[in-house]
């Protein structure tokens, strides 16, 4: 196995990790962002919660249930995403979301990868447009 093979290897190896035993899930209580998405492709789905505090994350959780890559990659987003802002989540881009993961999943994967990402970018959105109807 050349030096390329075994990075690959011990990525994947994260990835089954993080699928097996993923960090993070579970619900929240009355959380300021809930947001299910889901891929129209599979079926597979994938809800992000966060408390926030003074405009950042203070607690991320998911649920979900779906392929390893997707579930993995929800895994690794929620211990990326504690502490940072709103806004840095949102104007997180796909070339984050495959750093994070380490792996590039190909083109018919992409969606896998991206699926926690777009969920709670989604949630945010609505998170913070529903906190300028109410100020
Ligand atoms: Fe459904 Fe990956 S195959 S999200």
Redesign the pocket.
Known sequence: MDETNSIDELYREEIMDHYQNPRNFGKIRDADVSYQDY?P??G?EITMQLRMENGTVKEPMFTGK??A??QAAASMLTEEIRGKSAREIVAMKQDEMLKIIRINPGPV?I??AM?ALRAVQKGIVRYEAKKQMVS
């Open positions: 891929n492709v599979c597979d779906g392929c890559i997707s994967r969606k896998c699926l």
